[in-house]
């Protein structure tokens, strides 16, 4: 693994007015050539979906600038969690990955994103994202540092779906995906009831309510696309709660363990994915 801290650098994004694309372009290119056009394309998408730049993403970049506290914070955690992470990775599954975890300012796209940059397996950290869900203490960064490097984890040493017969399959997947995730995090903190998501109540209004998030995940299926799902980001909301479709699928996959080692569930095949889903979907019924 490779660390990549680019906080000395990011207050280059800014001028005395705040933010400045241009300025973030020049420093994406310096620290982090090849992500640049990735942030943008998604940020375009996600004002096309519409959201607005003015209101949804200015706020949240300026904040980075504005909020040394947090920032210095958050900057701390990050090298206080990756200095031991490939012993401890090394200590719970017996074996580590091969990535490039980056520090970096983004543009709203997300707290941890696995994505490839220049042919090399990468997690960006958008401190910006970090900072506004105040995930900048160390429990709590060890949280989404641990849940990206599950996603790698499963990237690497089990099977990757990437085509889809159905539209629903892709939820399907990312469903089982992120439940992965969630459950390596489990595993490496060594809790099965943890989730880094500290939003309050979060935890106990889904763990009350996981028949009603179970049945609302499946009646959405046939109908869902990126613009109107309901359970993955904390800028969508189910029943008034974001992320639920973490949580769902942290119990999917807790659900599987009970019987399957872990590195056999990454090694599903879509098949196997969607007959052990809907068996747990309909065991609510």
């Known amino acids: ?10 207050l280059s994004a800014f001028s005395q007015e705040g933010f400045d694309i241009e ?8 620290l982090v050539p090849g992500a640049k056009e990735l942030c943008l394309r998604d940020a375009e998408e996600v004002i096309s979906a519409g959201y607005s730049w003015e209101e949804c993403f200015l706020p949240i970049l300026n904040a980075v600038k504005s909020n040394e506290e947090k920032r210095t914070q958050a900057v ?18 017996g074996r580590s990955v091969e990535a490039d975890l980056v520090l970096y300012l983004g543009l709203g796209n997300g707290a941890g994103w696995v994505t490839e940059v220049n042919g090399r397996r990468t997690v960006l950290f958008g401190i910006e994202k970090i900072i506004e869900l105040d995930w900048c203490s160390p429990a709590d960064m060890r949280g989404l ?13 089990g099977v ?3 085509e889809f017969p159905q539209r629903r399959d892709e939820f399907i997947w990312q469903l089982f995906e992120e439940g992965i995730a969630m459950a390596f995090e489990q595993e490496m903190v060594g809790d099965p009831d ?8 979060w935890q106990g209004w889904c763990g ?18 990126h613009e109107n799902q309901r359970f993955f980001g904390d800028w969508v909301r189910f029943e008034g709660q974001p992320d639920t479709g973490y949580y769902l699928g942290a119990r999917f996959i807790r659900s599987l363990m009970a019987s ?15 007959k052990a889903l809907y068996d747990y979907l309909n065991s609510f019924n």
């Open 1 to 10: 693994m490779m660390i990549i801290d680019t906080s000395a650098e990011l």
């Open 23 to 30: 300025k973030w372009k020049a420093y994406m290119d310096a």
């Open 76 to 93: 701390r955690s990050f090298r206080e969690v990756t200095a031991d992470l490939d012993s401890r990775l090394a200590a719970v599954f």
């Open 145 to 157: 540092v641990y849940h990206e490097l599950g996603h790698v984890y499963h990237f690497e040493h």
């Open 160 to 162: 990757l779906c990437t």
């Open 194 to 201: 943890y989730f880094h998501e500290n939003y309050p109540g």
């Open 208 to 225: 009350e309510h996981l028949a009603d998030i179970a049945a609302g995940f499946a009646g959405d299926l046939d109908g869902m696309t």
């Open 260 to 274: 399957e080692s872990f590195d056999r569930i990454i090694r599903y095949s879509l098949p196997e994915i969607k």
